[in-house]
């Protein structure tokens, strides 16, 4: 299984990560088999997901969402994710974030 995992349903933020970061999982549900062993996951509040289904003790959980939705990303933070950050931040440090 795969040890870093994107949830988007966003074929363009799919296409970003993989670009920045060659063989990152890219999943479309919290029930996806390729988050079973995955040690850390980046996912996309606009999903509205429960992220409790994410947040795990052996795993990161870092949520991306509008820089102007900060009820959203501290909500994430409230919800166990160790980062929230705005959707131009995750892109730009994609490769940081993703790397082993």
């Known amino acids: 299984m795969a040890d870093h995992v994107v ?5 363009m933020d799919g296409s970003r990560f993989r670009s920045a970061v060659p063989g990152v999982a890219i999943v479309r549900s919290v029930n996806a ?3 079973a062993d995955a040690r850390l996951v980046l996912v996309d509040l606009a999903l509205g997901i429960d992220l409790s289904a ?3 003790d052996d795993r990161t959980v870092i949520a991306y969402g509008s820089h102007v939705d900060e009820e959203a990303l501290q909500s994430a933070i409230a919800a166990g994710c160790a980062d929230a950050l705005p959707r131009s931040k995750v892109f730009r440090r994609a490769a940081e974030l993703l790397a082993d």
């Open 7 to 11: 949830v988007t349903r966003d074929l």
């Open 33 to 35: 088999p390729e988050l």
């Open 54 to 56: 994410l947040v795990g």
